[in-house]
């Protein structure tokens, strides 16, 4: 400890003015304690004084100051791509060399570790804790300002503090300067120890730029720009859409470069014919491996985007469902869209792009009774972007595994759907599903996780309303997830996830369990799915069957390769209305669970044949010149409920309303467009048939489709490092962007998520921003031009980031370091100091302040209680000790037969006096013993003064006794109301006197 004792101090030290009511305060409370005695009376009045003196000293914030040499550290890790492996164990190897240097008892330590984000690896603590330090969640950006603002809140206030910089001092993400402000402001210094790196013999492909849009039949330059740190040889190769592009004389789409040090710039001529995205990558491959040493900066990326007639992506399902007929549902809506001039690509679930970018070679797109489980996350973020944020059109058809069967509800395609497809919104019938797993040693690699992933993907089809449970079986069954509302989907997923394999295969047990479970659970539809890859162990199948489809319990199976008891399986599913499945190979494992999990929650479809009708008072152009009496009939549809603000120009009339068959909505600046029934085949047959068939789907995809991009106005990127700047530009044959112009912009990143864009004029006839790249993929720049005639016209252009930033810088910074560290007032420290950092000579001893109040409001409720208890036990220090000192020189026990014989003989005294005043009126009537008590208490000894003073019954000249006079009995009164008068004169006060 450094300096004097500690100090006093208060926060508030205006409250010590509620001191002066404490005189006021002893003389409010004498009265009440006046009747105690001096030694008690003054003992309360001191702890009550006490007690209110402890109050308005926490109240003034009292606390204590002392100054403390206690140092607590925090170590800042970077474990960005950018510093080298090797780097990174030297900087864990300083951290430990520097801990053996601490204090025991006085100095502390914590760890954060950086890149794109920081996390506390450790809490302060007198010691390491970590054996080594796990890798970042962000390896891909270096965030030193969010490294430096999270170390800085781990410093406790009653500490010297100070913190530790580990890094090459490259940043492309953050603000460290202003976070250095901050810790300058805070007194925190801040030391660097530079991992200094650097590549001497590198090759950085820094750009691939094409333009961001074309028309039909151009021909476009790629643009190269490789940095090279000394003269290199090697090839570029090019790929187009995936594919090798074939160049001039055959070459597969690679020619050889001669890189001299520094930029080079290099093109070439490619042309491009059919409409839609062209995707361009290029890679570097150096003829000597020495010539580079990082091979995860050598590719580049770009996109080009040909407009191009209405162009319509169709997707569909897999189409090995129960229903089989969406290849040729698929069929009939492609040759109705093509004979209206309409091109259409097709494509199944799994062929569909993942990504926003390639989903611009459309102008529309169109789902066909697709599930969203065969779609995937990726690609319904992808959709959904597209619609919302790029104005793309999106129409969805219907069927048995759409909308809220086809597991809709709470994905990105319901957000932007004209209708709810959430079960438990729509008032479905419930459902209750146990899955059964075999997990027998069989089921091992991959077939237990495809088990597990089908399983999860059953469990994301399920509403709110309906029940799952999950049991896995062996030699023993066992409840993995007891049955229960399908509430918290990830607690189910953790839980399924945590399924291994192991012992032998007995299916009984765990479908009885099964059985008994659902007997005793009230939903509308009750369901097993149990899947299996061997032979079980004997049971009463059977019978167990039979009692399941009396309880109106359906079982389906599934059977996993040629080892299944395939016999069993059918048998068990056919007894009880249920489905049988076989699987030659684990891979169809989680598709079957999401079709028969959709075809368990069938109760979202209205299967009977209805008329559909137009919506009156509903004026949309998608069914322009249709008349309501030509609409052919329908065989079903899936239910469903219109959103606030879509329309419904076609209904299913209903005495309750009206359902909707097709919808249409405005979500962001896209169009979507959902027609509920579907299955041309089978619920549509007649519209299949229909003349006005092709009119119809044309019209709506018309009515969805994208606009054509603007061509008085283009949209340019250019990248410099990881910054790209946008411009939006007027053409020449427009002129200048009028004054009155707003352009409104954003920026769609990698990860689907959308950022504003600012562009400010630059130019008569220019825009300009810029934004940062700082995640590796595709970004997506669009702009909304609104001219002074309200007009609006949409451009949009792209950039492709191929590698992080990280892998861009070749060298530290360890100017930048040095620089941070003398703007806090810290040092610069090689990686050879490490026991430099704990020395005593680099600490700013601190002023460590402790708060009183809550000792002080603790004392002073004591004091409090010990007030009550003076005032309300009577306790004679005198009497207590006169009592011990008696006690001690008589032995316990030895007054006992005294004391008893004492009591005795008062006892019997008292016996004798009330025998003697009863005696006239032994035997006699109620009425008499009341009377025989009041004369009794009228001739009893007049009470002590000091009572009858209390209570006001003394005269207060004399401080005798009042006079108390016997009271006449008023003529036929009772003797129970002479009783109660009495009783209220001894409680009413005497007359004044005066």
């Known amino acids: 400890m450094l300096g004097p004792l500690p100090s006093i101090r208060m926060d508030e030290p205006a409250y010590l003015a509620l001191l002066a009511t404490l005189p006021i305060l002893c003389v409010w409370s004498i009265r009440s304690i006046a009747g105690l005695g001096l030694a008690r009376a003054s003992t309360a009045l001191v702890l009550r004084a006490g007690a209110v003196a402890l109050f308005v000293l926490a109240l003034a914030g009292l606390h204590t100051v002392r100054t403390t040499d206690d140092q607590t550290v925090v170590f800042v890790m970077d474990r960005s791509e950018s510093v080298p492996p090797a780097a990174q164990q030297r900087a864990v190897e300083f951290l430990r060399a520097a801990t053996k240097t601490m204090r025991p008892g006085k100095d502390r330590l914590a760890i954060v570790t950086f890149g794109g984000s920081a996390e506390a690896a450790q809490l302060p603590a007198p010691q390491l804790l970590l054996d080594r330090l796990a890798p970042t969640a962000r390896p891909d950006q270096s965030n030193l300002g969010a490294a430096l603002r999270l170390a800085s809140a781990l410093l406790p206030p009653d500490a010297a503090r100070r913190l530790v910089l580990l890094s090459d001092g490259n940043e492309n993400a953050g603000d460290a300067t202003a976070e250095s402000e901050a810790l300058r402001s805070a007194n925190i210094p801040l030391d660097a120890v530079p991992l200094s790196c650097r590549h001497d013999r590198e090759v950085v492909f820094e750009r691939l730029w094409t333009p961001s849009s074309a ?7 790629l643009q190269f720009t490789l940095r090279s740190t000394h003269a290199a040889r090697g090839r570029i190769r090019v790929f187009h859409n995936d594919q090798p592009l074939q160049l001039d004389g055959g070459r597969d789409g690679a020619f050889d470069v001669s890189l001299a040090p520094g930029s080079n710039r290099l093109s070439l001529p490619v042309p491009l014919q ?14 000597d491996a020495g010539d580079d040493e990082i091979a995860a900066n050598n590719e580049a990326r770009s996109f080009t985007v040909v407009a191009g007639r209405e162009h319509v992506l169709a997707i569909a399902g897999e189409g090995s469902g129960p229903r089989s007929d969406e290849p040729r549902s698929l069929d009939l809506i492609t040759a109705a869209l093509q004979r209206d001039g309409i091109e259409v690509t097709r494509a199944t679930a799994s062929e569909a792009p993942a990504d926003a970018t390639a989903l611009l070679a459309y102008s529309c797109v169109l789902l066909n009774n697709v599930a969203a489980p065969e779609l995937g996350e990726r690609r319904l973020a992808a959709l959904a972007s597209y619609v919302r944020d790029l104005g793309g059109g999106l129409v969805v058809i219907g069927g048995d595994q759409s909308f809220s069967v ?18 438990a919104r729509l008032q479905l019938l419930s459902l209750s599903m146990v899955i059964v797993l075999d997990r027998s040693g069989s089921m091992s690699g991959d077939k237990m996780s495809l088990a597990r992933q089908g399983a999860v993907g059953a469990v994301q089809l399920l509403s709110r309303l309906d029940r799952v449970g999950v049991i896995a079986f062996d030699s023993m069954s066992e409840w993995i997830v007891p049955l229960d509302f399908c509430v918290d989907r990830q607690k189910i997923q953790a839980c399924i996830n945590q399924i291994g394999d192991r012992g032998g295969t007995d299916m009984y047990p765990a479908l009885h369990d099964a059985f008994v479970t659902l007997q005793g659970s009230r939903t509308n539809l009750r369901h097993i799915v149990l899947l299996s890859d061997g032979v079980s162990e004997p049971g009463d199948f059977d019978g167990l069957a039979d009692r399941m489809a009396s309880a109106g319990i359906t079982l389906s199976t ?41 075809q368990a929650t069938r109760s979202g479809i209205h299967e009977q044949p209805f008329t559909p009708a137009l919506a009156s008072g509903v004026l949309s152009d998608v069914v322009a ?12 549809h899936v239910v469903s409920i219109a959103k606030a603000g879509a329309q419904t120009p076609i209904v299913r009339p209903t005495k309750d309303g009206a359902d909707p068959i097709l919808a249409v909505w405005q979500p962001g600046l896209g169009r979507t467009a959902a027609f509920t029934s579907g299955m041309w085949t089978g619920w549509g047959g007649d519209w299949a048939q229909w003349s006005g068939f092709s009119k119809f789907w044309s019209q709506t995809v018309r009515w969805a489709s994208r606009p054509v991009a603007s061509t008085a106005y ?6 410099d490092g990881d910054l790209a700047t946008v411009t939006v530009e007027a053409h020449e044959e427009h002129g200048a962007i009028s004054g009155a112009t707003s352009v409104d912009a954003q920026v769609i990143h990698p990860s689907f998520e959308q950022s504003g864009l600012t562009l400010r004029r630059t130019a008569p006839h220019r825009f300009s921003g810029s934004f940062p790249l700082r995640e590796r993929g595709s970004y997506i720049a669009r702009a909304a031009v609104r001219t002074a005639a309200g007009a609006t016209e949409i451009v949009h252009a792209g950039i492709s980031q191929s590698y992080p930033a990280e892998l861009r810088e070749l060298r530290s910074n360890d100017v930048r370091l040095t620089e941070l560290g003398r703007r806090t007032g810290g040092r610069t420290m090689r990686l050879e100091q490490a026991d430099s950092v704990f020395e005593a000579s680099a600490i700013r001893p601190v002023l460590s302040r402790r708060p009183l109040w809550e000792s002080l409001v603790l004392a002073g409720l004591l004091l409090f209680l010990a007030d009550v208890a003076v005032r309300r036990v009577a306790i004679s220090p005198l009497a207590m000790v006169r009592s011990w000192l008696g006690g001690a020189s008589v032995p316990p026990g030895s007054r006992a037969p005294e004391v008893l014989a004492a009591l005795r003989g008062t006892r019997e005294q008292l016996r004798k006096r009330d025998a003697a005043t009863a005696g006239p009126t032994a035997g006699a009537s109620p009425a008499a013993a009341v009377e025989n008590f009041l004369s009794r208490t009228r001739s009893r000894r007049p009470m002590d003064p000091q009572i009858l003073s209390e209570h006001g019954h003394a005269d207060k000249a004399t401080g005798q006794p009042a006079e108390v006079r016997p009271e006449v009995p008023e003529p036929g009164a009772d003797p129970t109301s002479r009783l109660l008068e009495a009783k209220r004169r001894l409680r009413r006060p005497p007359p004044s006197s005066g």
Do not use: C, W
């Open 406 to 423: 086809g597991g809709y509800a709470r994905t990105p395609l319901e957000e932007i759907l004209p209708v709810e497809t959430d079960r």
């Open 625 to 636: 010149g249709l008349r309501g009496d030509t609409l052919p009939p329908l065989g079903g």
């Open 274 to 287: 059919a409409a839609g995205v062209h995707r361009f990558r290029a890679e570097f491959l150096p003829d």
């Open 558 to 598: 599934i059977a996993v390769g040629a080892d299944a008891d395939h016999a069993l399986l059918r048998k068990l599913a056919e007894k009880t209305g249920g489905r049988a499945y076989s699987a030659d190979g684990a891979g169809a494992v989680p598709q079957i669970f999401v079709r028969e999990t959709i």
């Open 714 to 719: 283009a949209m340019n990127i250019s990248v």
């Open 215 to 221: 028309r039909g039949d151009d021909t476009i330059n």
